[in-house]
């Protein structure tokens, strides 16, 4: 998938995604929503690397309670953005894996989206 089809089902996953965390719980809800869960994955693929990590500011201090996500390159068409590096709340008995690209065996290169992954017990 290319050009226009994939920017657009790009924007829309970007639209959808923080709206989750938006939306209104329970009964007397605004605008009669109901409450909703939707999850939207868009595979973001490039056939070059990423450029290399911009060093803006040094990470700040660990915050109690927090992960951090270092800033890395993303891609809408043929263009490269930076995303900024932010705090991710904890998640008990998780570790954080950070946004990161990965280069598959056919020479071109995937997004991995931060995650959280369950940490093995003792």
């Known amino acids: 998938m290319s050009g226009p089809r994939l920017l657009a089902l790009l924007l829309i996953a970007c639209l959808l995604a923080p709206a989750g965390g ?23 693929v490039s056939a070059e690397p990423p450029p290399p990590p911009l060093v803006v500011y040094a990470p700040p201090p660990p915050m109690p309670g927090y992960a951090w996500q270092p800033g890395y390159w993303t891609r809408a068409g043929r263009s490269w953005y930076w995303v900024e590096g932010h705090w991710v709340p904890e998640v008990p008995a998780h570790q954080w894996v950070p946004t990161h690209w990965l280069q598959a065996p056919d020479g071109s290169w995937y997004l991995v989206r931060g995650h959280w992954q369950p940490v093995a017990g003792p």
């Open 22 to 44: 938006c939306l209104p719980r329970g009964p007397g809800q605004a605008l009669g929503l109901m409450a909703a869960t939707a999850v939207v994955t868009a595979a973001i």
